[in-house]
């Protein structure tokens, strides 16, 4: 299992890669799996730990990004004819090693940070072996495993029956997450608002959201940890994701429904996928019609919300999911369908005895 090294697997706050990561690592072990988890050195896993980074670049600025990815990844692929399969959690750095080795290399496509980084993917298409975090995700011009969803221990979000009295934003503060949109929607329809996560673009904090704390109930509550995140999940009306980009796939939005809480996002991106409109949240174009949805939302039954997490987005079907893909790739079986028409179908993994048993 080859991690980001950005975080700590799992990560003490943000860092979903490495949550999928962890969630996935601890879940094959579950199972019986033998895995070798490569992240940094303060990981915590049940798995064997091989770390080459004292601990993530993105919380230690001594640990230098380029330096220690590269030590990183060589380390995994060094050791690839131990293994069965590797399964690249990492980005699209790993799919340059990957002809240098006979161990087949999964890769897990968590959305495209830029145009950029296609000519990599495209490459590589011939034997990348890609898995989709989602359908709206999937690129035209790759060829595709699976779709497979991310999925998370509903045990972890406490489910709470009766609405909260406050909006919640929670995410990466940044243009693309739409926070300033958030405070609008809060601000027209006389609520409170609690806006939660990194800064990952420090000017649009200072000119689009700082000038509104403390006013009208809006705060700040900063990065929050696991307690804190679902605490805040669970106590909110309801989460305000309006986002201005195709969102790959957006775990705060499947934490928010386990807690209970309906989520009310823009129609982009994987959002259609998650949330169902009219049901676990709303899915609307534009302020306004965010607006109102906060007054409708509180209608919605939040055990509704829980029990399509319940149905949909659990780790142990994640895990069950990349098992028996795993399983049919290290045993050499075919592609999930042919490569010429895989490309724009949805091929989620089907779940057999192969994914229960190592």
Known sequence: MLA?????????????????????????????????????????????????????????????????????????????????????????????????????????IHGFSSEAILPVYRAYDDIGRYVAISDADRHPDLGYEATIHHGIDPARFTFRPDPGEHLLFLGRIHPDKGTHLAIEVARRAGLPLVIAGIVQDESYFRDRVQPHLGRGGISYAGPVGPAERDALLGGALALLHLIGFAEPFGLSVVEALATGTPVIARPLGSMPEIVRHGRTGYLVDDVVGAVDAVRRVASLSRRDCRDDVEARFTAGRMVADYATLFSRIAGGGPSAISRSSRSGTSTTANRTAASLAP
């Open 4 to 108: 980001s090294i950005a975080h700590r697997t799992p990560p003490r706050g943000y860092g979903p890669w490495e949550q999928v990561a962890s969630t996935l690592t601890e879940g094959l072990v579950a199972l019986g799996h033998d895995v070798t988890l490569f992240a940094t050195a303060d990981s915590i896993t049940s798995a064997r730990l091989h770390a080459e980074a004292p601990t993530g670049y993105e919380e230690d600025p001594g640990v230098d990004a380029k330096v220690h990815e590269g030590l990183h990844i060589a380390a995994a692929f060094e050791r690839a004819g131990e293994f069965d399969v590797i399964s690249n959690q990492f980005d699209f750095l790993p799919l340059t090693f990957s002809r240098l080795v006979r161990t087949p290399v999964v890769t897990t």
